[in-house]
């Protein structure tokens, strides 16, 4: 049978006829000729609503074909599933659905299944026949998810603050086509806040300074920042009126729902002074920019304020029954407000002024507070999660209770031009989550921070809610070949395996994708292109390779889309950028050992990859500076405002704001984009300056000046420079010039040392491994020479210390034997440095000698009943009552828990203590920590009970724990001013009662307690 349930069927078969219903032709969908289709005569009476507008989007989006559909109402409501149909003959193509917007999804089911073509936010692929083909059967699709939510709060600054009307058509026809049915909307809504606060006493001058530019206000909108960017013209506040009144009234006659903010109490400073009664609570500042202050819901002067927010949004933007917000965003204070009794007042103004309304919340974080959950109505709330695809989220109705809500993901921060999704975990977890026992799974929430991004994963999500069963990545992945470039092509299907098991499949622990370090502020510290950002890369680049290599194969009749140019310029341009990642740390290592000629070299081909990203960013249009700058000046009303606006954009993509916002609050190149002009005149500048000095100052053996890189920046913010809007070079010659460059570039490998046993006993003999990892994915190794030496130890080869070639994306290895000095042990751990140094290069390429340096260790046996875990490489030795660590890790926090222990499993018992003296820590970042670890069974990763008493060298003794049983460390208190050597006590009281002491070398007596 089809996609629909018998029952879905049986209750069909009314609207439709029971032989279309279950189907069979029926007369009214009749496989017969005729002249070109119309259905604006429908009896709405009947059909329950016009297909007009479904019609209208079909002509601006298919202007050959629209007359070839023929499209029919079918009797949806509150309850029912939405749903789809597709049946007819050539050139004659019968859509029904629920709702306008359905119908467009079923349009778009049938381009992508029956056409194989597509039509997305980033690029579209439209080689359609003078006659639209018969679908092979009937096509029914349905979905009992009443919500379908698209958009972040954000989306409206980063994808395209300053859009005029034809943009925002296309992007809700997209989202339609896509199976959307709620965008939030947050254009003009700004005008709301400068209408209703001037009926509490401030002056139109007062809100159009407190208000910012378009490119700033999602951020206002979160109560996160006011008072920079402006004043905002009357101009453009009636500009954007009109412009979020044609949005919502839009998504209203497709059938769509908009989403509108609410009133949650943000008010300008001085509100309680203008308004007696009132009580504000001040929010300090976010990431270095003013917030505004908070108004107590539980007082009578917010119900006033939040009845006059909903009178004006409707009497500007219309009816509106959902509506997003979320209490003290990233930091907010609460003062002395309690959290529950503010969310009952949000509800309570929200019901009073939109009965039946729901609060719409984000699931980021701690966010919702379980508190503020229960203390509403559950009925009318919808948390829209943007971690459901994080591997420690596994359970919404542990976490929300019966709070309904819509399974989400946020695959891209800053609209930064990535490419990378977790697939794997929404095709894992979607329909388990949807289908379990007590679910209240009730739709989807794509939310991006920036949209016309990454089409294949937006696909790929879009169907889950339209689908019964959990999508077969490997089918879909191959079927998606074919729907992107039209027909199937061997070669389209091997770039899509490679970016199902590279980008789309990727494993960080935020669930994003790594960015370009080519766009971070120039540091050699740099390992992602911002601070709030992956640190690692998200997937294996070299692997990656092979999508580029593979689209360029693709046959020559395929190419002429703009989805494939798009495609190919996005998969050279990410190409491009993981090279940034396998360099930067070469470029330090070789600063570091003051290889000035391998340091010459590392920048010379830094920079060309850099130029080489620029030049094919400028091959599609949606990689292009110029556009987002020109729309900035389209909406001003006069030279002034130009500026003022195209400013707002350039530092919306650099420094975020203002110097505050860059430094502090470390928002410099948050946006990240890997843009033709950008890259060119902002990012390639500083990067040639900072090398350069770097490379005078290892020529001249003097410390490098350093660099206030805001003073740098601020100046390009204010720059008038137009730049291109239109695709200046060719994307297949301009890839196949990245292709060869990366093909042939040297110093595409990883070095590796790894012995076994990771550390040897006093006279005891190991076999060390030298691997080189071929990063180069697009060529294989010509020779490979290695070159080990071991201060102390003489290791001997055994074989050839030479390999012939090390393949394309593979790894390669040669070994020693090593014994060490059979004497007694001065310390727990004794270190034998070790360099490593390999010849190696691209096939048919001039070598290069890269070095790898490390310790290996000889360590002290650790004492019966001892067991260690690591997950980060440490090395445990003893030494009597001594104990040695070394390791390495990224963090001990949060979702991040990289460390080394040694341990005793149930040692810490109801009244017993721990006691470690801390006599040495290596200074290896500020919050380096070393000192006791408990957990219900420390060599599980998750496991609750989770426990951390450290020093560090910077942040002074640390008492972080597990505060809510979910195995994270998400809860820390100090005392700051303490180093090592220091002495720390965990003692256990009883089964829930911990008291924890740490005492320094200087007040020994009381020092400090925490209990809990």
Not at 105 to 112: A, P, Q, R, S
Not at 570 to 577: H, I, K, P, V, W
Request: with cysteine.
């Amino acid at each position: 049978m089809s996609d629909l349930s018998r029952r879905t069927l049986i209750g069909t078969a009314g609207a439709l006829g029971a032989g279309a219903a279950l189907g069979v032709h029926s007369p009214a969908l009749a496989d017969t000729p005729g002249p070109p289709q119309d259905d604006t005569a429908q009896d709405t009476a009947v059909t329950a609503f016009s297909t007009a507008p479904a019609r209208a989007a079909l002509r601006r989006l298919l202007p050959d074909h629209a007359e070839q559909f023929r499209l029919v109402a079918l009797p949806g409501g509150k309850g029912k599933k939405e749903r789809f149909e597709v049946t007819g003959s050539t050139g004659r193509i019968t859509v029904a659905g629920t709702s306008p917007a359905v119908l467009l999804t079923g349009v778009h089911w049938y381009l992508k299944y029956t056409c194989h073509t597509q039509i997305t936010w980033a690029g579209d692929q439209l080689e359609l026949p003078k006659k639209l083909p018969a679908p092979g059967g009937t096509v029914e699709r349905s979905t009992a998810l009443p919500h379908r939510f698209a958009f972040n709060d954000t989306h409206d600054g980063y994808t395209a603050p300053f859009a005029d009307w034809d943009r925002w058509e296309h992007l809700i026809d997209v989202a339609a086509l896509h199976g959307s049915n709620e965008l939030l909307v947050t254009a003009g809504q700004e005008v709301v806040y400068h209408r209703l606060l001037q009926d509490f006493g401030y002056t139109d001058a007062e809100l159009r300074a407190w208000l910012p530019t378009p490119a700033h206000q999602p951020w206002f909108l979160m109560q996160n920042m006011s008072e920079w960017g402006g004043p905002v013209s009357t101009a453009l506040l009636e500009k954007r009126t009109d412009l979020g009144r044609r949005i919502a009234d839009r998504l209203r006659e497709l059938g769509m729902r908009p989403v509108f903010p609410g009133y949650f109490g943000t008010v300008p400073d001085g509100f309680a002074d203008r308004n007696p009664g009132a009580h504000t609570v001040p929010q300090g500042d976010w990431n270095g920019l003013r917030r505004p202050d908070w108004l107590d819901p539980r007082t009578d002067a917010f119900h006033e304020v939040a009845a006059a927010f909903y009178r004006h949004q409707h009497d500007l933007f219309g009816a509106c029954d959902l509506f997003k917000m979320d209490l003290l965003h990233e930091g907010g204070n609460a003062g002395d407000v309690s959290v529950p009794d503010a969310a009952r007042a949000v509800e309570k103004a929200l019901q009073t002024s939109r009965p039946g309304a729901i609060w719409v919340i984000l699931g980021w974080q701690s966010n919702p507070r379980r508190d503020l959950l229960d203390a509403v109505d559950h009925d009318h709330m919808l948390v829209v999660d943007g971690l459901s695809d994080l591997d420690t989220i596994t359970d919404r109705e542990k976490d929300w209770g019966s709070v309904p809500y819509a399974f989400g993901t946020i695959p891209n921060f800053g609209g930064r031009t990535t490419i990378g999704a977790k697939t794997h975990m929404w095709t894992e977890r979607f329909t388990v989550w949807r289908d379990k026992p007590g679910s209240k799974l009730v739709g989807t929430a794509y939310m991006p921070e920036a949209v016309e991004r990454d089409p294949a994963a937006y696909e790929l999500f879009s169907e889950l809610a339209w689908r019964d069963t959990a999508v077969d990545r490997d089918a879909w992945f191959r079927d998606y070949a074919d729907v992107r470039y039209g027909a199937r092509d061997a070669k389209a299907r091997e770039a899509f395996a490679a970016l199902r098991d590279t980008a789309y499949q990727i494993s960080s622990k935020d669930g994003r994708p790594h960015d370009s370090v080519f766009a971070a502020r120039p540091s050699l510290t740099a390992r992602s292109g911002t601070n709030y950002a992956t640190h690692t890369p998200a997937f294996d680049p070299a692997r990656f390779d092979a999508a580029l290599a593979a689209l360029l194969g693709v046959r020559a009749g395929l190419r002429d889309s703009d989805a494939y140019r798009y495609d190919l310029a996005d998969t050279a341009r990410q190409a491009l950028a993981n090279r940034s990642w396998q360099l930067i740390g070469q470029l330090a290592d070789a600063y570091a050992r003051k290889d000035l000629d391998t340091f010459r070299a590392l920048s010379r081909l830094w920079l060309k990859l850099m130029r080489l990203s620029d030049d094919i960013t400028g091959t599609h249009r949606l990689l292009l500076l110029g556009p987002w700058l020109e729309d900035a000046k389209r909406m001003a009303s006069g030279a002034e405002e130009s500026a003022q606006l195209e400013f707002a954009a350039r530092a919306l993509i650099t420094t975020w704001a203002d110097r505050g916002a860059a430094d502090p609050g470390k928002l410099a190149n948050y946006a990240n984009r890997d843009w033709n002009g950008l890259i060119g005149d902002f990012h390639v500048p500083q990067w040639q300056t900072y090398l350069d000095e770097l490379e005078d100052a290892l020529a001249e053996g003097r410390a490098p000046r350093t660099f206030d890189w805001y003073t740098v920046e601020e100046p390009w913010t204010r720059e008038r420079k137009s730049y291109p809007v239109r695709p200046v070079a060719d994307a297949w010659r301009t890839a196949s010039r990245v292709h060869d460059a990366l093909a042939k570039a040297p110093y595409q490998g990883t070095l590796t040392v790894a012995t076994e046993p990771g550390t040897l006993p006093p006279g005891g003999a190991g076999v060390i491994t030298a691997a080189l990892r071929n990063v180069n994915g697009l060529r294989a190794t010509g020779r490979v020479d290695f070159d080990l030496s071991v201060t102390g130890l003489d290791p001997a080869p055994q074989g050839p210390t030479s390999l012939p070639s090390v393949p394309a994306a593979g790894s390669g290895e040669v070994r020693w034997r090593a014994t060490a000095p059979d004497g007694p042990l001065e310390d727990p751990l004794k270190p034998y440095p070790y360099e490593l140094a390999v010849r190696y290069g691209p096939r048919g390429e001039d070598r290069v000698r890269a070095v790898h340096t490390g310790t290996l260790w000889v360590a002290g046996p650790l004492a019966d009943g001892w067991k260690t875990v690591t997950n980060n490489g440490a090395a445990f030795g003893q030494l009597g009552e001594r104990f040695a660590i070394d390791g390495a890790g990224q963090d001990l926090w949060k979702a991040t828990a990289e460390f080394g222990a040694a341990y005793r499993a149930g040692a810490l018992r109801s009244g017993g203590a721990v006691t470690v003296k801390v006599d040495v820590q290596a200074v290896t970042g500020p919050w380096a920590r070393a000192g006791i670890a408990v957990r219900n069974a420390l060599g599980t990763a998750g496991s609750p009970g989770f426990l951390n008493l450290s020093v560090t060298p910077a942040n002074g003794v640390v008492l972080s724990y597990d505060s809510n049983g979910d195995g994270t460390l998400d809860t820390y208190q100090r005392i700051t001013g303490v180093k090592a050597p220091v002495l720390l006590r965990l003692t256990r009281a009883s089964r829930h009662l911990v008291h924890r002491r740490a005492v320094d070398r200087r007040r020994r007596e009381p020092g400090a307690r925490w209990r809990r």
